[in-house]
């Protein structure tokens, strides 16, 4: 089992900055492929990026491309999602998921384990 904590949301405005932690115990943390989604009021969970086991590998939404990195600690047992030029769609639950895999997916039905989520808000 894998336990996963987020941490760093909050309240920011339009253009501004934020990120997002996610600690995980457990297991080997870098056996796992980690993703975050996010999931708006109303709306379906959504991919935003992923992260390949040692970190070479990275891949994002388009609606976020450009603007968010995604990166790994695998000495912290971490990963991080910086977030830049937040806009006020940006705003829902961010959640940090772990695949036990080789791959890459963007499916959260992939995904095993789950966080609790992190508020993110942006005000325009």
């Known amino acids: 089992q894998v336990q996963l904590v987020e941490s760093g949301g909050g309240l920011v405005q339009a253009g501004g900055s934020l990120r997002l932690s996610c600690a995980a115990s457990?297991?080997?943390?870098?056996?796992?492929?980690m993703g975050w989604f996010r999931q708006a009021p109303g709306k379906e969970r959504e991919f935003a990026a992923v992260i390949s086991r040692g970190g070479a590998g990275v891949d994002y939404a388009d609606s976020v491309k450009g603007r968010f990195t995604i990166s790994r600690d695998n000495a912290k047992n971490t990963v991080y999602l910086q977030m830049n030029n937040l806009k006020p769609e940006d705003t829902a639950v961010y959640y940090c998921?772990?695949?036990?895999?080789?791959?890459?997916?963007?499916?959260?039905?992939?995904?095993?384990?789950w966080g609790q989520g992190t508020q993110v808000t942006v005000s325009s």
């Open positions: 998921a772990a695949e036990w895999s080789r791959v890459m997916t963007t499916d959260p039905k992939n995904y095993e384990h």
């Open positions: 457990g297991r080997t943390f870098s056996d796992f492929v």
